[in-house]
């Protein structure tokens, strides 16, 4: 609406046709966009997202691009896609034996993680660019049921993650095994099998859809979510707290780490603000607020259904990081928050992770 009574302008038919259809509305702003349809209560939500390569293999670059669009979807509980689009930039850069090796790799990639999510790609656009982009687009018609929307938080909720962060230090760290100068800002803190270990750890973590969340958001009776991408958990977390109907704020007091990677942050002088929760991510996590009595039990589910899965998230897969208090709708990370360093998978550490059997995680949060 464009008028301070909230009438909007008389010939704004968009608004008009919006209000003739009932059902939840979600336009710019969050992870998707909730249009409901003219037939049987039914509604379309759709994403769209790109970026540019950020790991070596092609392979793996298109299955983590359609990971992270797919993203999107998981974020509000949704856990079926009925069609993906492709959106490929091929680098007028490239010669044409490299263009014939990479650019099948990717959508072959992009591909295989559509069918992982139980859709396929009919179609998208292909352009010549100075630069390769891959993205796509990912859409589905639901029930109301099928959906949650992400404005439900309560005070008292507890603020749980699905993913490690770190991934865009672990990607940068890999880079400068090959640049004495930046190598040398960081080799004090690290070794360079750690710095390829973490990178093998953000690729796969990276590439790993957030569907088993996505469907586990429904059995534990998830209040909201968002995904963890570009803006940071911190960025994201306050996009969430922005889009509340109660006056609440988020509070978070955990952050899980890519092992080594806070280190590494802090050695190179805090350039990517990993600590602060501004360093930006890649295919990240669902950040979602869960009843209190409920957080627990998911955690422990993720870390199950994970190992079940081949092991497919890092440690177990799910964080408590947080609580939801009365506030303003906004969200902070305390003075000293409580790193918890996340072991890649196929590490000693992380096979004694998975192996142990203590219970799951409580909030601790005092």
Not at 17 to 36: A, E, H, T
Request: aromatic letters at 6%; proline letters at 5%.
């Amino acid at each position: 609406t464009d008028r301070a009574d909230g009438t909007g302008k008389a010939d704004d038919q968009a608004s008009e046709f919006g209000q003739q259809l009932p059902g939840p509305r979600l336009g710019v702003g969050m992870d998707c966009c909730v249009i409901p349809l003219r037939h049987g209560g039914l509604s379309l939500v759709q994403t769209t997202d790109f970026f540019y390569p950020l790991v070596e293999d092609p392979y793996m670059m298109g299955r983590i691009a359609c990971a992270n669009v797919l993203s999107d979807l998981y974020a509000m509980g949704i856990t079926e896609c009925d069609n993906m689009l492709m959106l490929l930039s091929v680098s007028q850069k490239m010669n044409d034996k490299d263009r014939e090796r990479v650019m099948p790799l990717i959508i072959q990639g992009f591909r295989d993680a559509a069918e992982e999510g139980g859709t396929s790609v009919t179609g998208g656009q292909t352009v010549i660019n100075p630069w390769i982009i891959v993205g796509g687009v990912a859409s589905v018609v639901c029930q109301p049921n099928e959906f949650i929307m992400p404005d439900g938080a309560v005070p008292g909720d507890v603020l749980v993650l699905t993913k490690p962060l770190g991934t865009q230090v672990a990607v940068n760290a890999h880079q400068w095994l090959d640049q004495t100068e930046r190598w040398n800002k960081i080799k004090l803190v690290v070794t360079k099998e750690e710095v390829k270990e973490a990178y093998q750890e953000a690729m796969f973590s990276m590439a790993t859809l957030n569907r088993t969340a996505a469907g586990l958001m429904h059995k534990f009776q998830a209040h909201a979510a968002t995904d963890v991408t570009g803006f940071g958990l911190l960025g994201h977390a306050n996009n969430l707290a922005a889009q509340q109907r109660n006056e609440v704020a988020f509070v978070i007091h955990n952050l899980p780490i890519i092992a080594k990677m806070a280190a590494i942050s802090k050695a190179c002088g805090n350039i990517f603000n990993l600590v602060q929760g501004k360093s930006a991510e890649t295919s990240g996590g669902l950040l979602m607020c869960l009843p209190r009595e409920q957080a627990a039990k998911f955690c422990s589910e993720m870390k199950s259904q994970s190992s079940g899965a081949g092991g497919q998230g890092a440690a177990g897969g799910a964080w408590i990081i947080g609580i939801v208090e009365k506030g303003d709708r906004r969200a902070r990370i305390i003075d000293k928050p409580r790193i918890i360093e996340v072991p890649p998978r196929g590490t000693q550490a992380a096979n004694q992770d998975n192996n142990s059997t203590s219970p799951a995680p409580s909030a601790n949060l005092s």
